[in-house]
């Protein structure tokens, strides 16, 4: 009966709660991983995942716009 009152309140059941709260830390932990990627600003040639997934788009148009001569699309493997 808790349950069904959490359910109707927009709440999630517990279990349900849980299993959401353990995927999100599993994605933000593999966003947080490190891999080569040469930075926008040349601060290192390590980076985030986040800040890889942030940059390329913006690296790509410099390119595409003529402001920078090449572009090396990052690969991942993790």
């Not at 830390?25 to 290192?44: M, P, S, T």
Request: charge should be positive; charged fraction near 35%.
């Amino acid at each position: 009966m808790a349950q069904r009152a959490a359910l109707l309140i927009g709440g999630l059941p517990p279990r349900a709660g849980d299993r959401a709260l353990e995927g999100i830390k599993a994605i933000n932990e593999l966003f947080d991983r490190r891999i080569e990627h040469q930075r926008i600003k040349k601060y290192g040639e390590h980076s985030k995942i986040r800040t890889a997934i942030r940059e390329e788009p913006v690296k790509l148009a410099q390119y595409l716009r003529g402001e920078k001569e090449n572009y090396d699309a990052v690969g991942v493997i993790l």
